[in-house]
């Protein structure tokens, strides 16, 4: 499997410099981060080319799957109960515009995503059995009974369709991205506040947005510094009332980019984040293991261990941190 990093620039720490001196060199390094961050249009994908990505994408969260099926953690339902209601359980997969070496895969995640999810169930997994009842360009909703309960995952993307990019302009296709990308982001801001669980899967982009549009290194540098696109991440974060109990950030060193923000903004959440630069493969793999730790309700051990990569394992990469 080809390694892909959603850090969203190079990995090395990021001072606090001038916005003066970042514009000075965003020029220098901005091109030889281009294939990390992403720097306009992108490869139109052949469907062979398309078919054989989300062979890949599947078989990798189908090997996760077979992980924790074989090795099912203990259940401690009363660490859950912050999630407890008589309304269905809402959950929402936001995948960020992933982009590398001039392709997006953010749509090939999230459709292997949903195929994972409706499979038939191994062993006691409860990230299984889904059915399809709502899809359309960006969003697919998937809703399944659990302990009495209904569950509903819905998985956004970010992307748009090669199929529909492929007959347009350059223009065009930039213009209908731009609005897609918009409606993604109001999207994810109105879920901080209905969702009961928010997962975001994609580039961390230095911390200074949630990536769900393209974007040059310059302009990562920028907000990097500036952080004005997070702004409305953490206004929604502060709003009450709010049904939101976890989020996830299955992104290059989410921990240190968001932690602190984040649990300023809502002492009470409980973040999952990333404490170092992550690959897409492991990084889609814990977003399943977290998954299933939840709809599981597993105990603290188990709810880490099923977050563990079954490829690349690395029991510090992520962890769940509980709110106040």
């Known amino acids: 499997m080809t390694s892909r990093r959603r850090s969203g620039l190079a990995t090395s720490v990021w001072p606090s410099v001038m916005i003066g001196t970042i514009l000075a060199v965003a020029s220098t390094i901005g091109g030889a981060y281009a294939g990390v961050v992403g720097s306009g249009p992108y490869t139109h994908l052949r469907p062979s080319s398309q078919s054989a990505m989300l062979a890949e994408a599947i078989e990798n969260l189908e090997t996760q799957a077979e992980k924790i099926a074989a090795r099912p953690g203990a259940s401690c339902p009363q660490d859950f109960s912050a999630l407890e209601s008589s309304r269905p359980l809402r959950i929402s997969m936001f995948y960020g515009y992933d982009d590398h070496g001039g392709k997006v895969y953010d749509r090939v995640n999230a459709d292997a995503m949903s195929h994972v999810l409706t499979s038939k169930c191994l062993g006691q997994l409860s990230t299984c059995g889904f059915s399809l009842v709502a899809r359309s360009q960006s969003a697919t909703t998937l809703v399944r009974g659990l302990a009495g309960r209904r569950v509903e995952v819905n998985l956004f993307t970010s992307s748009l369709a090669d199929e529909v990019s492929r007959n347009m302009s350059l223009v065009a296709a930039y213009r209908q991205q731009e609005k897609l990308s918009r409606a993604v982001k109001a999207r994810f801001y109105r879920e901080l506040l209905e969702s009961d669980v928010v997962f975001y899967m994609g580039h961390s982009r230095l911390g200074g947005s949630i990536g769900f549009d393209a974007q040059t290194g310059v302009t990562t540098l ?33 921990k240190r980019y968001f932690h602190q923000d984040f649990e300023g903004a809502n002492p009470s959440l409980s973040l999952i984040l990333t404490t170092g630069e992550i690959n897409y493969g492991p990084a889609e793999q814990a977003s399943l293991g977290a998954l299933e730790a939840v709809l599981s309700k597993n105990c603290g051990h188990a709810f880490h261990e099923s977050m563990s990569s079954a490829d690349e394992p690395d029991p510090e990469m992520t962890y769940l941190f509980r709110g106040r």
């Open 222 to 254: 920028v907000n990097a510094v500036l952080r004005r696109p997070m702004l409305p991440v953490l206004e929604a974060l502060r709003r009450r009332p709010t049904k939101l109990k976890i989020i996830g950030m299955f992104s290059c060193q989410s």
